[in-house]
Structure formats: structure tokens, C-alpha cells
């Protein structure tokens, strides 16, 4: 079966030899003419939800958990439904779906909680910092999991904030477990996930406790066992490129969907001196070495002066397939900072979530602006027909060829030149050569992929 290949940094592209050391000779293998490019969201103009009701009323919080199941979507968010105080503890995780693709969201009366003597609303519980996630290999009754904050402000050895797991057959009916399952300082979304290599569950939160530095940042523990996780460990922070007042707030941690290696973090970069958020793009290969492929520039930065979004855009969990090619992820925006006084701004309701809506596989691509190319590394042949998701605009153009690197030659038959040409307005296509897209003949080989590329997008590519 083949794998999917993505380009969250050049890991893919086999640099080559520029020099031969000293006697010994390698072949031309090196890239040229590409770039790593970053492909922003567009944010639909209306929002799906917005704070309607009563439970809701002063804040559309900016954590939940978008999936997508079969042909419906399930969205978890968390919600304030009163002025009179702000607990999180008394926050409420509320539960809606969409059967048409993302285009209405509805929220189903769940009959679970009671708000002013009534079970008629969507709430699941009081649950704050959270995170859901679907995990197939669990038992029935353990299919979905949930991750939320536990504040103990008692707790004679300063640890004033657990991770609490709770497990459900359904996604509504959760039943928490007996222990907290990470000793953590993380009072705001926290990230659960499954590794697709490792199987390993995945646990991206705060900081560890006697962390040295004053800013927040992003930690991650990793286990087999969802009951127990080790302390975590730092994965980035503030570093000396970032203006000091910076905080890395939340990670929007998730693996790319489908592909062979590669994770993503849309980081909600909390920006103390102004009081605002916006939503930074950082990439890795594995997990655990990351790269800001977009520098110090917002992924989705906030809007403009009285728009939605001007003083702080979130980033939720969560990646959803919404067919025809397409992709997104839930957006939350206020014209609230974050430390605004509620007293002074009553008239500005936090929250409202949007999609932001972009090309499948479209967070990076390979860019050539004029003509590139580059050979893949060496990678094992699937033996199934080479795809690619690529961008052609008018006069762009892709050929890709097939390169054994033991031999240090094309596979006869299968060179860029023979390479047919690809179709533009399209998604996935096949690769073929003179009509024959058949590499089964080639199944287990190790070989590389020559691409040359023209005023072209390589987003991914299945060998």
C-alpha cells in the first residue's frame, strides 16, 4: 500500500553533493529553484456558531475538538453562561454537528446537564482545557477519550493543575477515571492524540512544573497506557528571534492527516504587551524537532480594527475532511483581549467560530516560482501508481521520473522527459509515462523520484 509524503520541512529532498570529497564522485542529485511555501486558510465569512444561548452567553471559549465521522462532522467547545464570574472551573463543554459538510452546525438537546432548571441544551459537562479524540483500536466502551484541567488551588505541594481523563462509548457520555492521568500545569487546551507510527497516545500540553522560564510554552508526554503519562517534556518556547514578551499559549497539536511523517502546531501566540493572540504555523518530520517554516509571521493573524477578530484569533483541535479536496479547521476570534475587563466591554461577547478552509494537504507545499527540481531520498516503492496532489496554473508543469540510486540511473522507460503531462484544477492524479502509470514490477525497490517542477505547487505525493 502506498504512503503519503508531505514537505513539513526538506526532509523529503535528498540534498545531494554540491563538492565530491576528496577522490570520490557522486552523482547530480542536487535540489534547485524550490522553496518551502505556506499556504494561509481562507476564513469563511460567517460563523457557524455563534454565543446564542443562555449557557453561552458570556463566552464562545476558544478550545474544542472539530472531527469528522463518516458524513458528519462533531465539534466539541466549551462555553461561559454566566456574567456573574469567571470560573473556569465552571465552564461547560457543549457538543454540535453538521450533516451537510460544515455549512449548519446544530446542537442536539442532550438532556444531561441542568442550566436555570432546565435539561434542554447541548452541555456534556463542566469540563475546561479540553481535548476529544476518536480511538478505533480502543474496546467499545473506551472509543472515545477526553482530556480536560482539574485545578486543586489546595494542593500542599504547589501542583495546582492535573489532567483528568474520562472515557466514553459515543462521545456524550463520558465517565472520568478514578486517577489524574498527568500532573501538569496546563489550565488551557490541552492536545490528545495517537502517534500513527509509534501507536503511542500523544499528550501535548503546558509547560512541566519548575520549569525555569516565566512564559509559557509547550510540553508533550507520550504512553501506551491512556491511565498514566510520564512527566512531560519541553518541545518549544520563547526563543531570541521572538519579541520578549511573547507566550506559546496553546499548540493546536496534530499528526498530518494520512501522511507517512509529519506534524503540525497551530500555536495561539499570546502576545502580553498588547494583549492579543494570533495564530503561528510551526511543522515537524517526527513530533519532536520543529521548525517555524513562516517565521515570525502570524499563520492567521488577527483582523483589522473592528472586525470579528481584532484582538485575538484562536486555532481549535482538530483537522476535518470536508470532501470535494477540501480541508479545515475551527477558528475562534473576540474583540476582547485577553485581560480586558469584562465590566468595560459588556457589550462584547467573546467568541464566535468560523472555518478556516484551505486545499487538501495545503499547510506547505514545494515551490518552484520559476523552473526547479530536486530528487527525493531514497524510499521503498510501494508498487503502487505514483500520485501526486499538485498545483499547475497556466504554462506550470511537474514530470517526475524514477531514479535507483544503486545503479545511479532512471529506471528505462520512466524518465522526467517521458513523463506525461498532468492535468491542471485537479486534486490527486496519477503519474504516468507513455500510458503507464504500473509499478508493481518495482514493489519493494528502493528508488528516488526526480520531480521537475514550473511555476508549480507539489503538496504530496503517494509512492
Known sequence: MSKKY???????VEPGYGTSWLNETHPLTVPSGIDLRVHRPVIKDEPFLTPDMPWEGDCLNGYGTLLREGDKLRFWYESFGTRDGFN????FLCYAESN??????FRPELGLVEFDGSRRNNILMHAHGTCVLSDPSAPEEERYKLVRVRYN?????RHW??????VSPDGIHFTDLEEPILDNPSDTQNTLTIDPVTGEYVLVTRQPYDYPSGRRSISMS???????????VVLVNNDPLDPPDWDYYTSGFRFWPDAERGALMLVDMFERIEDTFNVHLFSSSDGRIWVRPFGREPWIPRGEEGAWNDKMVFALNGTADLGNGKWAVVVNGTRRGHNDSREEYPERARGQYRLAVFREDGFLSLHAYAKGEFFTIGTECSGDPLEVNASLPVEGYIRAGLYDPSTEAYVPGFTPEECDPLGRGKIWQTVSWGGKSDLSAFAGKRLSLRFELFKSDL????F
Open 459 to 462: 503538496y504530496a505525493y503517494r
Open 88 to 91: 473556569d472551573m465552571e465552564s
Open 100 to 105: 451537510d459538510g460544515g455549512k449548519t452546525f
Open 161 to 166: 493543575c492535573r489532567i483528568i481523563g474520562s
Open 153 to 157: 488551588p489546595d494542593d500542599p505541594d
Open 222 to 232: 507520550r504512553s501506551r497506557d491512556f491511565r498514566h503519562f510520564p512527566p512531560s
Open 6 to 12: 508531505v514537505f513539513t520541512d526538506w526532509t523529503n
